[in-house]
Antibody, heavy 117, light 111 residues
Framework: EGQLVESGGGLVQPGESLRLSCAAS????????MSWVRQAPGKGLEWVAN????????NYVDSVKGRFTISRDNAKNSLYLEMNSLRAEDMAVYYC??????????WGQGTLVTVSS | QSALTQPASVSGSPGQSITISCTGT?????????VSWYQQHPGKAPKLIIS???KRPSGVSNRFSGSKSGNTASLTISGLQAEDEADYYC???????????FGGGTKLTVL
């Protein structure tokens, strides 16, 4: 069913930017919707964004609209999440996942984003 | 959008069966068969254990089963084992959003 590996997390100050990447392998990446899901420390799962297989449709949770941008490069089997104007409430582990009718079939191991001054 | 409703915690003894409920509305669980369940051990990524209400991915134990009645989906774990102790999340397709929705999660304790 494939593998997903996230990278790019780290410690940033409020208002700064970060770009997460997700490398896919072992499945036809260009055929699938993909999603980003986050989990704040000690909290539940929150769907952040998803993107259609060809990149023509992108959707976001209200709390990140205008600040986050999801994108993909099918030639590189890669998914991205550009995060701007980061806030303390964005601090979480971010997972990328293969999305099939809003069911997350394969998950990455996650990358931690820490927002703190 | 509102999350699906799950009990915060359930518990059971080894060998017993437990059921975790996931209540939504006619805009999600009640009207679509795209209900999924995820198992998450501490410090690990979630793992899909049930999709399409009751389908088990390859490699998932047949002790895990899913069902749905009306606006409520359920995950049943039979023959509880210590390794089943984890957090469990349900999720559903919803017509009210372009993203899926999750339940708040249920912590399973194996006594």
């Amino acid at each position: 069913e494939g593998q997903l590996v996230e990278s790019g997390g780290g410690l940033v100050q409020p208002g700064e930017s970060l770009r997460l990447s997700c490398a896919a392998s072992g499945f036809g990446f260009s055929n699938y919707w993909m999603s980003w899901v986050r989990q704040a420390p000690g909290k539940g799962l929150e769907w952040v964004a998803n993107i259609k297989y060809d990149g023509s449709e992108k959707n976001y949770v209200d709390s990140v609209k205008g600040r986050f941008t999801i994108s993909r490069d099918n030639a590189k089997n890669s998914l991205y999440l550009e995060m701007n104007s980061l806030r303390a409430e964005d601090m979480a582990v971010y997972y990328c996942a293969r999305d099939q009718w809003q069911q997350l079939i394969v998950w990455g191991q996650g990358t931690l984003v820490t927002v703190s001054s | 959008q509102s999350a699906l409703t799950q009990p915060a915690s359930v518990s059971g003894s080894p060998g017993q069966s437990i059921t975790i409920s996931c209540t939504g509305t006619s805009s999600d669980v009640g009207d679509y068969n795209y209900v999924s369940w995820y198992q998450q051990h501490p410090g690990k990524a979630p793992k899909l254990i049930i999709s399409d209400v009751n389908k088990r991915p390859s490699g998932v134990s047949n002790r895990f089963s899913g069902s749905k009645s009306g606006n409520t989906a359920s995950l049943t774990i039979s023959g509880l084992q210590a390794e089943d102790e984890a957090d469990y999340y349900c999720s559903s397709y919803t017509s009210r959003s372009t993203l899926g929705i999750f339940g708040g999660g249920t912590k399973l304790t194996v006594l």
